[in-house]
């Protein structure tokens, strides 16, 4: 099997001699089809930064993304907004819902502003809306609904266009331990029951332990790879913290 995400020997440097910072210093990684990697590590790490050079939000400074075969330094016009629109959904900590927009509407939006015709569009919609329970807030407006009803909707849109990855970054960020672990569920479920492949980086360990895998950054390098096996989810989190503890950060326990 092919990896669908191959990034090699990836570097990201902020400044100018003599006060660069590396952000990210040679990280190399692969992303499998089906997969649920997480991304952990403490402030600072390198995690978001890694996960914006995915989504083509910053240019690296050296190394390659390289998505279904095709470089993403070489995406350029249509090729880059095929890419961002409809290859990549993205999942944020604060929702990033248009708030003059329904439930509806902002789910709908990527589906009209890449010509998918109407009855489709409908059709995801339902099936999305019944999976993730917010059948009932459709023509809600973001500031009628709760911060999980945000998360759900913010999930259905980046998941309208069937993308090939889903990136998210913290989302549960903004929520509380009820909702988070509701919305982790929910992802968890698409994963299993889907296939979706997920790339999420948090700083939760609850969260995390609702990954198949775990790379742990620090200082712009994979510090320590985690794996889960036919462990309990329990025990995942426990290794977990273990890391966590390591790198200086953790998580209360919700589980």
């Known amino acids: 099997m092919e990896p669908i995400l191959n990034i090699e020997n990836l570097t990201k440097i902020y400044g100018t001699v003599p006060n660069q910072t590396k952000a990210l210093n040679g990280i190399t990684f692969q992303v499998m089809p089906g997969e649920f990697l997480g991304i952990m590590g403490s402030s600072g790490s390198g995690k978001s930064t890694l996960l914006n050079c995915i989504a083509t939000v910053i240019q690296p400074s050296g190394g390659s993304i390289v998505m279904e075969g095709e470089q993403l330094n070489s995406l350029k016009g249509k090729a880059l907004a ?3 629109g409809k290859k990549v959904g993205y999942l944020f900590q604060n929702f990033e819902l248009l ?3 329904t439930g509806r509407e902002n789910i ?3 589906t009209s502003l890449h010509g998918v015709p109407e009855k489709e569009s409908r059709l995801r919609l339902e099936q999305l809306a019944d999976y993730l329970e917010i059948t009932d807030v459709l023509d809600k407006f973001p500031t009628q609904m709760s911060g999980g009803q945000r998360q759900r909707v913010a999930t259905a849109r980046a998941l309208i266009l ?7 970054d ?3 960020g903004a929520l509380d331990s009820k909702n988070a672990k509701n919305i982790m569920e929910k992802l968890a ?3 299993r029951d889907e296939q ?3 790339l999420m980086v948090t700083h939760d360990s609850n969260a995390a332990s609702f990954c ?3 790379l742990f950054i620090q200082d712009g390098v994979i510090f320590h790879e985690l794996r889960r096996g036919d462990e309990t989810q329990r025990a995942f989190y426990e290794r977990i913290l273990k890391v966590m503890a390591q790198l200086g950060g953790g998580s209360c326990n919700v589980l």
């Not at 069937?162 to 998210?168: F, K």
């Open 189 to 191: 479920g698409l994963n």
């Open 170 to 172: 913290e989302p549960t």
């Open 99 to 101: 708030d003059n927009l």
């Open 196 to 198: 979706a492949t997920i």
């Open 108 to 110: 709908l939006l990527p």
């Open 82 to 84: 095929d890419y961002r």
């Open 212 to 214: 198949k895998r775990i």
């Open 162 to 168: 069937h993308p090939n990855i889903i990136l998210a």
